[in-house]
């Protein structure tokens, strides 16, 4: 799982010892402070016009919470696309060719943060692109399928 992660490097005991000043030599500079790992993935998931799941959900990653019905399948569907390099945010080319189909009335939005960067996203079924878009997604939005 791709998480965020910050490394601390530390003295060896070694190096510590020679960085002690000698007798009457000024003191040691009181260190830096530490640095916080940055705050997870935040995400508000809001879906209308679909059969079972309408509402508005919370969604945090890295850790996992939220009350988003399937917040570590969600998760984890977020991380295997940041690691294929996709943005799953991403709108549908304006000059992309996409068959006329109607997937159905369900729409989501999505917003706040990923990846460290800001998200805000609007999901439909009314293509062909659009539903591959939509099914990429799952189960972050709800899979429309019966």
Do not use: K
Request: charged share 20%.
């Amino acid at each position: 799982m791709l998480r965020r992660i910050v490394l601390i490097a530390t003295a060896s005991a070694a190096a510590l010892a020679a960085a002690v000043p000698a007798a009457g030599a000024s003191p040691l500079p009181l260190p830096l402070p530490l640095l916080s790992a940055p705050a997870g993935d935040q995400l508000t998931v809001t879906v209308s016009e679909t059969a079972r799941t309408d509402g508005r959900y919370e969604l945090l990653c890295g850790p996992t919470g939220g009350d988003h019905p399937a917040a570590q399948e969600a998760c984890d569907r977020l991380d295997e696309l940041a690691l294929q390099g996709e943005d799953p945010f991403a709108p549908v080319p304006q000059d992309q060719m996409c068959t006329e189909q109607m997937g159905g009335p369900e729409t989501a939005h999505i917003t706040g943060t990923w990846q460290g960067r800001q998200v805000d996203a609007t999901f439909s079924r009314t293509n062909g692109c659009e539903i591959s878009r939509w099914q990429t997604m799952e189960p972050v939005l709800p899979n429309t399928r019966s």
